[in-house]
Structure formats: structure tokens, C-alpha cells
């Protein structure tokens, strides 16, 4: 039945090849203008992902009380940050919306029920890193809200609803950050190279062996993982992007890790690509 009514919406979409899944850890907004290693290794990635024909982005920075797809023609960039540069405010991204996307998406949905928005566009967290895969702003994009009240295993079973996309040509990217504490943000070492604190580094190593070894029960349950994971995830707003790459995940499907450093004492960049090598 959710293969038919995918067919019946999204006419316009052909079937691919299985397209890759992305989790990228954006970063500080200054990654949309800055030229480094992380920028650069988004821009690397991008040459192992077929031409997608949309794109649906699951931000941190987009948190809702139920579920949202942005369903307009022309989705406004949002400058959802305050304290830096005009440069960076002046950044704009015009990729088309897709709301036929958006409504297919909401078919596939039964775990809830999504709505359709014209009240959102596109967050720093898709724009971000998005306009260095894509800098003609050429491929359509939608973004999927974080329910705020949901938990993470109800956040991970809804992911899983979207796999179908995958065979749409539709590239499902999860933007947030595996460890992401502002609170303990170490200012005096912004520039220093792949600066952790000990429980940064004790929670990226451990999620990275969850991720793996397959262990998705553990990442969901990152309450239960002790310290460490609650020094790196004091709200989950920022790993729930996470959650939703691996649960895109199937058997045949290998992970690449890359960008893989902390930022600052208590942020990782660390970024994956779900798909075929």
C-alpha cells in the first residue's frame, strides 16, 4: 500500500539506483562561509552521491510540538542565529522547494500525523552545510521537524518510515552534531586541532563503535551509556539527526565515517555516509 501511494504522488520522481543517507555534523554557522577541513570534506562526499532529485533535511534546528514537512515552492533561508558576522546574514540559498516531495513523505508517515507548512523555509542547519554538496542551489530541498516531545526510539521508528525515499532519488540528510555541550564550549581553544575534552572524546569513540557494530539499540538509549553521554548530550536536539541516518540503514548498506574531530573541547564534527561503496 505505501509503495502505491508513494507512486501515485511522486510521479515526477523516477526510480534510482538506492540513494546514500548523510548525517553532517554542521558545525558553527561560520562553516557556510568559512574554508576549512570540514567544509572540505563535505565538498569530497558529494562526489560519491548520484545527482539527487530532492533532498529532505532533518535539522537540529527545527523543533516542533508534532511533526512538519515545509511543503512551499521558494523556502525563505533563515538566519536562526545571532552574534555574527553580516557576511554570514547576507548568506542566502535559493534551492526550489518540492512540495510534492513533501506530501509523499507525509503518505509514507503512519506513525503520526505529519503536517504541511508554508511557515518554516530552510535553518542553518540545512543551509549550511547543504550549499557546499550543492552551491547552484540547483536541487530541491525539504525539511522534516523534530518533534520536541517525542522520545528518541519513537524519533528512530518514524525514520525508519522513510527508507522508500531512498529509491526515489530522494537524498535524506540529518544535520545536527554527535557531542554538542555549548555550555562547556572551551573559547580559548576554537582553533586549536581536534581539541576534546576526555568525556568528548570517551562518548565520540563509543558512539562511533555503536555505530559500527550496528548497535542502534544503545545510540537510542544514550541515556542509559552513563557520564560521558550526558556531558555530550545535555539536550537531543542536536543527535536526534543522528538517530534518523541510522535508522535509513539497511543490511546491505556500509558507513564511512569522515570529518571526524572535536571542536572547542565540546563539539564533534564527526559525519557518516550510509550507502553502498
Known amino acids: 500500500m505505501q509503495i502505491k501511494e508513494l507512486n501515485k504522488i511522486t510521479t515526477f520522481l523516477d526510480n534510482t539506483e538506492k540513494m546514500p543517507v548523510l548525517f553532517l555534523g554542521h558545525g558553527s554557522p561560520m562553516n557556510a562561509i568559512e574554508e576549512n577541513e570540514f567544509v572540505q570534506g563535505f565538498r569530497d562526499i558529494k562526489k560519491e552521491i548520484p545527482q539527487p532529485n530532492a533532498i529532505l533535511c532533518i535539522s537540529a534546528h527545527w523543533e516542533t510540538r508534532g511533526t512538519f514537512l515545509t511543503a512551499m515552492e521558494n523556502p525563505p533561508t533563515i538566519h536562526d542565529f545571532g552574534g555574527f558576522p ?84 530522494v537524498l ?61 548530550i545535555p539536550s537531543p536536539e542536536h543527535y536526534m539527526p543522528l538517530l534518523y541516518a541510522l535508522a535509513l540503514k539497511d543490511d546491505r548498506d556500509n558507513i564511512k565515517l569522515f570529518n571526524d574531530k572535536a571542536v572547542a573541547g565540546s563539539l564533534t564534527m564527526t559525519s557518516l555516509k550510509i550507502g553502498t561503496v
Do not use: C
Open 172 to 232: 535524506i540528510i540529518g544535520s545536527g552534531n554527535m557531542v554538542h555541550n555549548l555550555g562547556r564550549v572551551a573559547w580559548g581553544h576554537f582553533n586549536t586541532d581536534n581539541y576534546a575534552y576526555d568525556w568528548a572524546l570517551e562518548a565520540k569513540e563509543k558512539m562511533k563503535d555503536f555505530i559500527l557494530d550496528d548497535d542502534h539499540q544503545s545510540l537510542v538509549n544514550y541515556d542509559k551509556q552513563g557520564p560521558a553521554f550526558q556531558l555530550a
Open 86 to 169: 553580516k557576511e554570514l546574514f547576507a548568506v542566502q540559498y535559493p534551492a526550489p522547494g518540492s512540495p510534492e516531495l513533501a506530501a509523499a513523505t507525509k503518505a509514507l508517515i503512519k506513525g503520526t500525523e505529519a503536517g504541511l507548512t508554508d511557515q518554516w523555509g530552510l535553518d542553518h542547519g540545512a543551509w549550511s552545510v547543504i550549499k557546499h554538496l550543492y552551491p547552484e542551489a540547483d536541487v530541491p530541498v525539504i525539511e522534516m521537524s523534530l518533534d520536541h516531545y517525542k522520545t528518541p526510539q519513537w524519533h528512530y521508528d518514524l525514520a525508519g518510515e522513510l527508507k522508500q525515499l531512498r529509491e526515489k532519488g
